[in-house]
């Protein structure tokens, strides 16, 4: 059977930099990946070239074998891939509901023709949202559900990350990448999320996950399986266990690889 994604020598340079080397990545339906490397190994640029963020210099991207190589980030985000940032990118003085409903824009017919002509469709399409937004943050902590008209920047920083969570989910993507999700957490709600993403993953058999995390008990409670990088090259593929037994990822973490 296909992969979901599927990625072959896809790489991106920035000038002289090469920041994705040539990598050859695959993503079965409903399998989670943890990708880890040192600072810099090309995490995030792989994530940004995912979605259409920056245009990767030469490869293939495929996902559902679609061809999304180069695709603009709207483009991507319709065939399903959706994505939460290192840093928040939650807008503190909007409702969770406004956040929320950023990630659906794509999904949605907002037109002013809609508007004005289709007054019916448009609130149905407003409702369900609602719905949806509701159903979502009621699994992660029906606090957020009560609360949804209410700005985001009144809640915990881990609430904070569950709504971002939720507007990455509320499109119904078939991959999400989360880029750090422990970042700026304590350990008790760094655990208290894990929790809820392998709630989650149970309800959401299909979905896929890319995680990128540097907290290694994070990755090993989550993935089923993991790649390394390093200066943009994949050099590590396989089990946790069998991770933190590699040499060439012990050399990469201790300095000195190259
Ligand atoms: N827009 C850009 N312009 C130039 N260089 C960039 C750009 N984005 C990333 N890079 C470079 O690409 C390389 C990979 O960076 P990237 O942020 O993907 O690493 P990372 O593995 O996510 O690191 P970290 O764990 O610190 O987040 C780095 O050398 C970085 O400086």
């Known amino acids: 059977m296909s992969p979901l994604l599927a990625c072959s020598g896809l790489t991106m ?19 989670t990946i943890g990708l880890v490397g ?7 640029t792989f994530f940004n070239v995912l979605t259409g ?22 483009e991507i985000g319709r065939a399903g891939v959706a994505r939460t940032f290192q840093r928040s990118r939650l807008m503190l003085d909007q409702t969770v509901f406004d956040n929320i409903a950023l ?45 949804l008209f209410k700005p985001a920047g009144s809640f915990t ?9 939720c507007r990455a989910l509320v499109g119904a993507p078939r991959l999400l ?43 090993r409670r989550i993935s089923d399986r993991c790649i390394v990088l390093n200066f943009g090259k994949k050099i590590f593929e396989g089990p946790f266990d069998a991770l933190i037994a590699d040499r060439e990822v012990q050399t990469a973490y201790l300095g000195g690889a190259q």
Not at 189 to 217: G, K, Q
């Open 13 to 31: 340079r920035f000038g002289g930099l090469t920041a994705l080397d040539a990598l050859d990545i695959r993503v079965g339906k409903g399998e």
């Open 38 to 44: 040192p600072n810099g190994s090309g995490k995030t």
């Open 53 to 74: 963020l920056y245009k990767p210099s030469a490869g293939a991207v495929q996902l559902a074998e679609q061809d999304l190589f180069a695709r603009s980030a709207q």
């Open 103 to 147: 990630g659906a824009l794509g999904r949605l017919d907002l037109s002013l023709l809609s508007a004005l002509v289709l007054r019916g469709r448009f609130r149905r399409q407003l409702s369900e949202l609602v719905e949806r937004a509701t159903a979502l943050t009621r699994r992660f902590n029906p606090q957020i559900a009560a609360n």
């Open 157 to 165: 920083m881990i609430d904070r990350r569950r709504i971002e969570i």
């Open 177 to 219: 990448l989360l880029d750090e999700p422990s970042a700026g957490m304590t350990h008790e709600e760094t655990r208290a999320l894990m929790d809820d993403l392998l709630a989650f993953r149970e309800e959401m058999p299909d979905l896929a996950i890319v995680l990128v995390e540097h907290e290694m008990d994070v990755i």
